[in-house]
């Protein structure tokens, strides 16, 4: 039988998939893949979160990609090609700020 809420073990384990996937990409990717992937990512960063026993030591993580890299998303898709190398970034450094 299948479990239906994965364990922290596998969502960390692809959640670092995520990340590796997202960090590869170029600008030559298209927007419409970097988009997609840097949800991908911040989904799983969220449920890792929701089923942590304490959540606050992953607020800092969360506001980075959240609002930051967000934000960053957001001027990528305008047109400006630095910005993903802002959100990988932001990408890497979530993941080593993570408990």
Known sequence: ??????????????????????VALTTESGKEQIADLF???????WQL?????????????WNLINIHAKIDLLEFQQGNQLALARIQEKVNEAVQRLP
């Open 49 to 61: 979160i929701v089923i942590a026993p304490d959540s606050s030591p992953y607020s800092f993580a």
């Open 1 to 22: 039988m299948c479990n239906p809420h994965p364990s922290a073990n596998s969502l960390f384990a692809e959640l670092m998939l995520a990340k590796s996937r997202f």
């Open 39 to 45: 949800t991908q990512f911040r989904e799983l960063l």
